[in-house]
């Protein structure tokens, strides 16, 4: 958060415009991830590249990733929808996302299972800490605070 009278630091991509988490992608529950693109498909695999940023950042398997429609109600609003720049723009973007919403997932495991960052790994959507501990990333997802923006 920008302290009052600086500007917010600049995001890559539609992130900047669009920076709430929760526009982006969500944690189900079941272990799915739901991702809600601000871009549609016009022929160019734009969904299907989407879907593997965010099942790659998050270490999640590529068939447990839920594309929603495109909705500007609840996904973001990136505007126009042309060849590459989706990917620069859109794909950057949620790439960042992802990557943000699993390093909070991280915080929140090494918190619960009292050890270090250095000390987890993430594999297919399980967290593990060397010590033998894991968690499954939904029912650390279930404890994250709702304004997670």
């Known amino acids: 958060m920008a302290s009052a009278g600086t500007q917010p630091r600049k995001l890559p991509g539609?992130?900047?415009a669009n920076r709430r988490?929760?526009?982006w992608l969500r944690v189900n529950r079941d272990g799915t991830v739901t991702v809600f693109p601000g871009k549609v498909e016009i022929g160019q695999g734009i969904l299907t590249a989407l879907t593997q940023i965010v099942a790659e950042e998050l270490d999640v398997a590529l068939e447990r990733i839920r594309l929603a429609p495109t909705d500007t109600s609840?996904?973001?609003d990136e505007g126009m929808t042309s060849g590459s720049q989706s990917i620069t723009d859109g794909g950057t973007a949620l790439r960042y996302a992802a990557a943000e919403t699993r390093d909070l997932l991280l915080q929140r495991a090494a918190a619960k299972l009292g050890v270090s960052l250095e000390q987890l790994a993430v594999a297919d959507g399980v967290i593990t800490a060397r010590s033998f501990f894991?968690?499954?990333l939904r029912r650390l997802f279930?404890?994250?605070?709702s304004c997670f923006s």
């Open 14 to 16: 539609s992130l900047n």
């Open 21 to 23: 988490l929760d526009r």
């Open 74 to 76: 609840y996904s973001p």
């Open 134 to 136: 894991s968690a499954c």
């Open 142 to 145: 279930e404890r994250l605070p």
